[in-house]
C-alpha cells in the first residue's frame, strides 16, 4: 500500500498522510518528554459552589430618598448583577461573587426606584423614594 508502512511491533499497518510527521507527538510535552504533558489534560473542578461574598455598602436617608451604593470591586458590567428592589427590602446578587440581601429601614415606593452601575468605580447605585 502506497504510503504505508509496517508497524513496529509487527502487528498491523500504519498508515500516513503527506506531511504527517513519522513519529506521533504528545500535544503539550516538552522535547524530551517521554510521559507527557506536565499537567493533566482533564481537571476536577470542586463540587461545591462558590461562596458569595457580602459586599460593602452604604445606605443614606437625604430629603426623602434612600440611597443605596453597593461597591463591587470584581463585576465588570450591570449584565452580571440581578437586582431586586421591593418597598421593605433590597437584594444584590452577582453569581459566585456576591450577595446582598437589605432589609430597609423605612418603606420605599419601589415603583419609582432607579439603579445605575458605574463601570468604572465598579459601584452599583439604587436611589428610591421614602414612601409617604
Do not use: H, N, W
Not at 42 to 52: G, K, R, T, W, Y
Not at 112 to 126: G, I, P, Y
Request: proline share 8%; hydrophobic share 40%.
Amino acid at each position: 500500500v502506497p504510503g504505508a508502512a509496517d508497524d513496529e511491533d509487527g502487528g498491523g499497518i500504519e498508515l500516513r498522510l503527506p506531511g504527517q510527521q513519522a513519529e506521533p507527538q504528545v500535544v503539550g510535552a516538552a522535547k524530551g518528554d517521554e510521559q507527557g504533558p506536565s499537567r493533566p489534560l482533564v481537571q476536577e473542578l470542586a463540587s461545591e459552589p462558590a461562596v458569595a461574598e457580602t459586599p460593602e455598602y452604604e445606605l443614606e436617608q437625604v430629603d426623602g430618598l434612600m440611597t443605596l451604593r453597593v461597591k463591587l470591586p470584581r463585576v465588570a458590567a450591570a449584565a452580571e448583577l440581578d437586582l431586586e428592589v421591593g418597598d421593605t427590602a433590597v437584594s444584590v446578587c452577582a453569581e459566585g461573587l456576591y450577595q446582598l440581601m437589605l432589609q430597609l429601614p423605612v418603606a420605599g415606593a419601589s415603583a419609582e426606584a432607579a439603579s445605575k452601575f458605574d463601570k468604572k468605580r465598579r459601584v452599583l447605585t439604587v436611589r428610591m423614594p421614602i414612601a409617604a
